[in-house]
């Protein structure tokens, strides 16, 4: 006898929704079936009006960084990371709600991934708190399986927040490195590490700022050995797997 249809709407959408419910009572009984009709028509409207007022507002403007990582949602061809674009089949091993996982151009020890929400913002604070809490779930879910398949003991997780934190790319970022006893000698170092990753990602030169060992360096990988990388660790998380 009784429906109701639960909407999110904004302040303008709200002022017209209780006009026309005022509206709407001044029917009397026998108008009752088309009031009903009259009601849903009203909420389909305002759940397009809001669709396309969300989409409007998520529209990057010429030449700016888009508002939202993919590109054709996950099943495009890519997503952004950053001014970055990420090709899904190479680089794209984990998909949420909100967030992906990507495997490293360079990364600092086997199995060091990021996980990154969709959207590209810059600070932890930019993101709902649906992003925030997907963003720590999908790091709590990861984790422990990179690091049994890596063979790990333990793990590094780490972002910076900010630029003035070491960040360089501007899009929310989480590291997940698996360790091991005695990896990276003295152990703290690897948070160096991780600052002299975050203020050069993508770059081919070698890293000045770290004195490594030859037989340690670590060079960019190729396309071919980043997607080898993302389809094995895809089958790690058959509930979580980017439908490419």
Known sequence: RHASVWIRESPAQSREMRRLRRWVRTLDSASLRKRSVLVAAAASGAFLYGCLHHLSNASAAPGSTPAVATAGGVGGAFSYFGKFKIPHKDQVFFASEHCLGIVNLKPIVPGHVLIIPKRVKPRLADLSPEEVSDLFAS???????????????????????GKDAGQSVPHVHVHILPRRPKDIEPNDKVYDMIEDWDGDPDST?????????????????????????AEMLRKLFPENTPQL
């Not at 790091?139 to 927040?161: F, M, R, S, W």
């Open 205 to 229: 030169k070698p890293r000045g700022k770290l004195e490594v060992p030859p037989d340690s360096e670590r060079k960019p990988r190729t396309m071919d050995e980043m997607r080898a990388e």
């Open 139 to 161: 790091v709590v879910k990861v984790g422990p399986k990179i690091e049994t398949h890596y063979k790990g003991t333990a793990l590094n997780i780490a972002t910076q927040d």
